[in-house]
């Protein structure tokens, strides 16, 4: 009776597996492609001066949220960053040249998406199916 049981599960958990990797793979795609188009857009380039900042904690780290202020054709603009990493006083500010308070702060746009999220779940779901497949 154990033998069958056991099969479904792994079964199950194979399916899990290859619905979540593929799913994963596709967000990572995804959210290349949307930190592409930024890149291509924001062809604007200035400096941008941290105004203020603070720290916060989120279940995987501490994260930073800074205001930064920048100029563009001499009109003073406002945004803020989310990032993982402390931002330095001065920072880069890519800008839309059609819509200057459209920007990103950074070298790279952040690229947000949920692919390590899909693939934990792939990789946790592949464990359970080979031990439900050795205790068959």
Known sequence: ????????????SFGFFFFYAHAGVEEWNRGDA???VLAETYTGETKGQKVSQKSYHDFR????????VYEV????YHTQTDTGIEPWAEEEVH??????AQCYVGLY???EDDSGTYLGIAVAAFI???VFVRAA
């Open 1 to 12: 009776m154990k033998k069958p049981v056991f099969l479904l599960v792994a079964l199950v």
């Open 34 to 36: 949307a930190a592409a």
């Open 61 to 68: 780290a501490t994260r930073y949220r800074a205001e930064f």
């Open 73 to 76: 054709n001499g009109k003073t």
């Open 95 to 100: 800008y839309n040249p059609a819509d200057p």
């Open 109 to 111: 746009p952040q690229q």
């Open 128 to 130: 359970i199916a080979i």
